[in-house]
Nanobody, 125 residues
């Protein structure tokens, strides 16, 4: 069973940076496409960005382009989300997710097989 554990969330001020981590265990991390999603109070879970297993291709939602960067360290079975210039609308619970199709570039949550428990990011103005 694949387990994903996020960490690195917290309370920051607008303009600050944070790096989220997602540690994977119990599976073959290097073969999975990985993604970050987020969910703000009262809103649906939304796609943030993804990275494929093959080629390390990345894709982001428009609102975070140029501010967020996804990376992965297959030797450490860890996914990262580097966030800079954080804004209050970035406030949400951030989830990492794994897609056993390593080539997938899906931005739909339904296509992801495994999920972490989430980590809270709060950005104050």
């Amino acid at each position: 069973q694949v387990q994903l554990v996020e960490s690195g969330g917290g309370l920051v001020q607008a303009g600050d940076s944070l790096r989220l981590s997602c540690a994977a265990s119990g599976g073959t991390f290097r073969t999975y496409a990985m993604a970050w999603f987020r969910q703000a109070p009262g809103k649906e879970r939304e796609f943030v960005g993804l990275i494929t297993a093959v080629g390390g291709l990345t894709s982001y939602t428009d609102s975070v382009k140029g501010r967020f960067t996804i990376s992965r360290d297959n030797a450490k079975n860890t996914l990262y989300l580097q966030m800079i210039s954080l804004e209050p609308p970035d406030t949400a619970v951030y989830y990492c997710a794994a897609n056993i199709n390593g080539y997938s570039v899906s931005k739909q949550a339904v296509h992801y097989n495994y999920w972490g428990q989430g980590t809270q990011v709060t950005v104050s103005s």
